[in-house]
């Protein structure tokens, strides 16, 4: 439980720092997105919608753009989406390794780690 909250903590203060970061990369995937809808003619919701699918390379496909310049920023959408998730786990597994470095340094986990480790 206390890697957890320590964790949680810790995450929470990288995304506080990252924050000018992250919400510029989302800002421009939401508008290249709502450029990508106006381009097809979707309403503003199902722009938002596509955007997201295609952002985290789900693409379910039930909404695809047709035109040549709507397809440029996809990929345009796609990269950038790429981007933001993986600054969202590097930070995630920046913070559980110093997390898990600074609650494994007591003598207590050390000791229940080696006997984990013997034992198989």
Do not use: C
């Not at 990252?18 to 995937?29: H, R, T, V």
């Not at 709502?34 to 003619?41: F, K, M, S, T």
């Amino acid at each position: 439980m206390e890697f957890t909250i320590i964790f949680t903590k810790a995450f929470a203060f990288m995304l506080v720092v990252a924050w000018p970061l992250l919400s510029s990369l989302i800002l421009s995937i939401v508008l290249l997105g709502q450029v990508v809808g106006r381009l097809e003619g979707w309403k503003p919701f199902n722009s938002l919608y596509w955007t997201f699918i295609t952002a985290t390379t789900v693409g379910y496909g039930d909404i695809r753009p047709g035109r040549r310049v709507s397809r440029v920023l996809t990929i345009l959408i796609v990269f950038i989406g790429l981007i933001f998730t993986g600054i969202l786990v590097s930070m995630a597994v920046e913070t559980t390794s110093r997390v898990f470095a600074e609650v494994a340094d007591t003598e207590e986990v050390r000791t229940k780690f080696e006997k984990l480790i013997k034992s198989h």
